[in-house]
């Protein structure tokens, strides 16, 4: 079956500073799929990268996908404090319709 | 609605007892998943549900869970016999078409404890 691993488990980060998180699968990607998680919360749609090579921004974060290393990063510009929470990414398991396999996740911690 | 809704927000029942979920997906969406997130165990999968097909039920864990999705709309996640393991969070999702290229979008969550 298919896992995906995120790294770093947890981050601490002073405001204003970059940081990257990486998720890496251990199958070909058929898509991957960024999300953000508030305590408490479901799980708010970030970004879906389909294609090698693909790179996409909302506001300070950007998302690439690296496809023969199976690899996707999301980088964050210049972290507030409203970008504390975790980041999961998902992947589909198949070329067809498909639920998720997700990493453990990412804990971001911003502080002043 | 304009988004994934999910009732009860919050379930604490006692243990043997059966337990019911309910998802109302984005208006329009035809596919929707049920998946489970537990500390440690990150998110699983348990079932998915697109149109009229049969659905995928592969993830759940045991006969003791079970679902059905009315008029291609409201879904119904059910726990029989509760036990202490079944202790998580329940997050429901749909998508427009459940193609790939298709973003899922979540619910909320019900916290389910079992005492």
């Known amino acids: 079956s298919q896992e995906l691993e995120q790294s770093p488990q947890s981050l601490i980060v002073q405001e204003g500073k970059n940081l990257t998180i990486n998720c890496t699968s251990s199958?070909?990607?058929?898509?991957l799929y960024w999300y953000k998680q508030k305590y408490g919360e479901g799980l708010i749609f970030l970004m879906m990268?389909?294609?090698?090579?693909e790179e996409k921004s909302h506001e300070k974060i950007t998302a690439k996908l690296d496809e023969k290393k199976q690899q996707s990063s999301l980088h964050i510009t210049a972290s507030q404090p409203s970008h504390a929470g975790i980041y999961l990414c998902?992947?589909?398991?198949?070329?067809?319709?498909?639920?998720?396999?997700f990493g453990k996740g990412t804990r971001l911690s911003v502080i002043a | 609605g304009a988004g994934v809704s999910q009732s009860p927000s919050n379930k604490v029942t006692e243990k043997g007892k059966d337990v019911e979920l309910r998802c109302d997906p984005i208006?329009?969406?035809?596919?929707l998943y049920w998946y489970r997130q537990s500390l440690g165990q990150g998110l699983e999968f348990l079932i998915y549900?697109?149109?009229?097909?049969?659905?995928?039920k592969s993830g759940l864990p045991s006969d003791r869970f079970s679902a059905e999705r009315t008029g291609g709309s409201v879904s119904t996640l059910t726990i029989q016999r509760t036990q202490q393991e079944d202790s998580a969070v329940y997050l429901c999702?749909?998508?427009?078409?459940?193609?790939?290229?298709?973003?899922?979008?979540f619910g909320d969550g019900t916290r389910l404890s079992i005492l």
């Open positions: 999702a749909s998508s427009y078409t459940g193609g790939r290229n298709q973003p899922q979008h």
């Open positions: 199958k070909t990607l058929y898509g």
């Open positions: 990268l389909q294609k090698g090579g």
């Open positions: 998902g992947a589909a398991t198949n070329s067809g319709n498909t639920p998720l396999v």
């Open positions: 208006s329009g969406h035809t596919a």
């Open positions: 549900f697109q149109g009229n097909s049969a659905p995928d």
